[in-house]
Nanobody
Framework: VQLQACGGGLVQAGECLRL?????????????MGWFRQAPGKEREFVAAISRTGGSSYHADSVAGRFTISRDNAKNTVFLQMNSLKPEDTAVYYC???????????????????WGQGTEVTVSS
């Protein structure tokens, strides 16, 4: 499974970005997908996850109401719409694949089998 994340960049506080993560053919529609991020000097943390069909999603408290995860299975792509960005959102953002068939513990790194290379988001104040 290969994942390619893109869409990062440098923005000012209050602006928005949309990250995309495209996966190998047909894998995206079978598995839960997640976004994580790692800020400089900090551990990687959960951002959001979405179920195989897109019927369920879960967002970390720190981004709830500002970020929205979605997916387009026809295009094997998962998105992360990030609005009202804050300087503390600055991080490298990673997409990941959870190959289990259950929707649980999706905020835990250990349940994800495959990871993208990351895309950098920088928010200036």
């Amino acid at each position: 499974v290969q994942l390619q994340a893109c869409g990062g960049g440098l923005v000012q506080a209050g602006e928005c970005l949309r990250l995309s993560c495209t996966t190998s053919a047909r894998t995206d529609s079978r598995y839960n997908m997640g976004w994580f991020r790692q800020a400089p000097g900090k551990e990687r943390e959960f951002v959001a996850a979405i179920s195989r069909t897109g019927g369920s999603s879960y967002h970390a408290d720190s981004v709830a109401g500002r970020f929205t995860i979605s997916r387009d299975n026809a295009k094997n792509t998962v998105f992360l719409q990030m609005n009202s960005l804050k300087p503390e959102d600055t991080a490298v953002y990673y997409c990941a694949v959870d190959t289990r068939t259950i929707w649980s513990d999706v905020d835990l790194e250990d349940v994800y089998n495959y990871w993208g290379q990351g895309t950098e988001v920088t928010v200036s104040s």
